[in-house]
C-alpha cells in the first residue's frame, strides 16, 4: 500500500495523544487508527471483507509505534487483496503455532516422558532420562516439529555428546529419542523413528563387568559372610535377598511395601532398564526376608530405608561397601549377584536361559521378534527360583554366619 498523503499522524502526535473523558480515535489512512481508552492506546485496523465493516488488532502502543502499525496495515491489505481475510488468516496462523508448540520434539518426549516412561523405571532413573534429554537434545532439536526432525540432525546432536567423551550417554540418548519417536508413531504426530538409522553409528565403548563370583566353590563362603554380618540388619537383609532375587541394585533398593504380595508370594515391579512392569515370584525364603523387614520400616514407603534420612531408600554404596568388608573387594558387588545366578543356572543347573534373561529383566523375545510381557513364564520362574534359593541354602552350611 502507499503511504505519503494517505497517512495524517505522525510520531509525535501519536506519542502526545492521551485519553481525555472518554475513548476517542485518532485516524491515520488506509483504515488505520489509533484507539484511546483507559487502559491505553489500541492500533485498529477497520476493513471491509465479504460485505461486512470488520476490525483487525494490530498491537499496544507503545510495544507497536506507528512505523509498526502501518506495516502490519499494509501487509493485512495485501491479504485482502488476495482475497484473505486478515482475521481469518491470523486464527489459522495461530492455530498453526499451537499445533507446532504440541507436535515439537520436546512437547511430545515431555509427554512420552509423563505417561509411559516415568510408571515404568523407578523415578531417579526416570529423572535422569530426562535431565540428560534436558541437557543435551532439547537446547538443539527441542522446538523443531518431531515430524521435521532428521536422523543428521539427530545425530549431529549425538556426536557432539560423544565428543565429549561419553559415549555411553550418547547411546542411551538415542535409545532414548527412539522410544519418543515411537511413541510419537503410536500418536500419529510422526511417521517413522529416525533414531533406527543411527543404531550403528555411534562409537564403542570397552565393557567394565561388574564384579562376580561364578564358582560354586565360592559361593557357600560369600553366603556366610553375608549371614555374619554384623553391620545394620537392613544391610544384611538386602543382600540376602539380593542373592535370592538377583534384581538389580536399583531395583532392590527402591522396592516398595505396596508392590508385595506377600501371601500370594509376588513381587510387582518395573525394571530400571525400561521394560515393562514385571511380576516376581518370591521363594519361601525371600517372603521370610521380607516379613522380617516389616518390623524395621512398614508398612509403608521403601523396604530398605536409609539410615541417613526417612523417605530415602538404601544406597548402592552401603550394599558394596558392606561386601568389601567382608573382603570381597574387587570380587564381588551387589550387581554380580545377576551375573552369579545367570551363570550357576544356566551353566550348572541346567535352567533354559529364557527363564533366567525374564527374571534378570531382561527383554525376551518370540520366533517373530515381540517381546514376551510381564506374566510369561511366571510359573516356570517360581519354581526355578525356589530351587534357587534352596540351592544357596545347600551351600551355606558350615556354621551357616562366617567365613
Known amino acids: 500500500m502507499s503511504r505519503g498523503s494517505k497517512d495524517k499522524l505522525s510520531a509525535v502526535t501519536v506519542r502526545a495523544a492521551a485519553y481525555r473523558d472518554r475513548p476517542f480515535k485518532l485516524f491515520d489512512g488506509g483504515g488505520l487508527f489509533l484507539h484511546l481508552q483507559r487502559a491505553g492506546k489500541y492500533w485498529r485496523l477497520k476493513y471491509r471483507f465479504g460485505g461486512k465493516e470488520k476490525l483487525f488488532a494490530l498491537g499496544v502502543y507503545p510495544e507497536v509505534g506507528l512505523k509498526d502499525a502501518r506495516q502490519a496495515r499494509d501487509e493485512a491489505r495485501q491479504l485482502l487483496a488476495a482475497g484473505i481475510d486478515p482475521s481469518a488468516h491470523r486464527q489459522v496462523q495461530k492455530a498453526d503455532q499451537v499445533a507446532a508448540a504440541a507436535n515439537s520434539f520436546e512437547a511430545v518426549a515431555r509427554e512420552w516422558w509423563q505417561k509411559v ?4 523405571v523407578v523415578s531417579d532413573h526416570a529423572d535422569r532420562n530426562l535431565r540428560r534429554l534436558e541437557i543435551h537434545v532439547f537446547p538443539a532439536i527441542g522446538n523443531m516439529p518431531i515430524r521435521e526432525v532428521t536422523a543428521r540432525q539427530l545425530l549431529a546432536v549425538l556426536r557432539q555428546v560423544e565428543r565429549g567423551g561419553v559415549v555411553e550417554t550418547a547411546k ?11 511413541y510419537g508413531i503410536a500418536t500419529e504426530r510422526v511417521e517413522r523413528d529416525v533414531a533406527a538409522d543411527l543404531k550403528d553409528t555411534l562409537g564403542t565403548t570397552e565393557v ?5 563370583l561364578v564358582n560354586p566353590a565360592d559361593l557357600g563362603p560369600l553366603l556366610r559372610s553375608i549371614e555374619g554380618y554384623g553391620g545394620q540388619p537392613t544391610t544384611r537383609a538386602a543382600l540376602r535377598l539380593a542373592s535370592i532375587l538377583f534384581v538389580r541394585p536399583g531395583e532392590l533398593r527402591t522396592a516398595r511395601w505396596e508392590d508385595f504380595r506377600l501371601d500370594a508370594g509376588e513381587w510387582d515391579y518395573c525394571p530400571t532398564k525400561g521394560g515393562d512392569p514385571m511380576i516376581t515370584p518370591l521363594p519361601r525364603q525371600a517372603v521370610a ?4 523387614m516389616e518390623l524395621l520400616s512398614g508398612p509403608e514407603g521403601f523396604v530398605f530405608r536409609s539410615l541417613r534420612g526417612k523417605g530415602r531408600p538404601l544406597s548402592v554404596n552401603t550394599l558394596n561397601a558392606a561386601l568389601h568388608q567382608m573382603g570381597y573387594q574387587g570380587l564381588m558387588t551387589a550387581h554380580g549377584f545377576r551375573a552369579m545366578a545367570r551363570t550357576v543356572l544356566v551353566e550348572r543347573l541346567s535352567y533354559p ?16 521378534g515381540r517381546a514376551y510381557n510381564r506374566t510369561t513364564y511366571l510359573e516356570q520362574r517360581r519354581e526355578m527360583l525356589q530351587a534357587w534359593a534352596d540351592y544357596l541354602d545347600g551351600l551355606r552350611p558350615a556354621g551357616q554366619g562366617g567365613v
Open 289 to 292: 526376608i521380607v516379613r522380617d
Open 208 to 212: 567394565q563387568h561388574h564384579p562376580a
Open 117 to 120: 516412561h516415568r510408571g515404568r
Open 172 to 182: 542411551r540418548l538415542r535409545m532414548l529419542c527412539g522410544q519418543v519417536f515411537r
Open 353 to 368: 536361559v529364557e527363564w533366567v534373561e525374564m527374571q534378570l529383566g531382561h527383554a525376551v523375545r518370540d520366533a517373530n
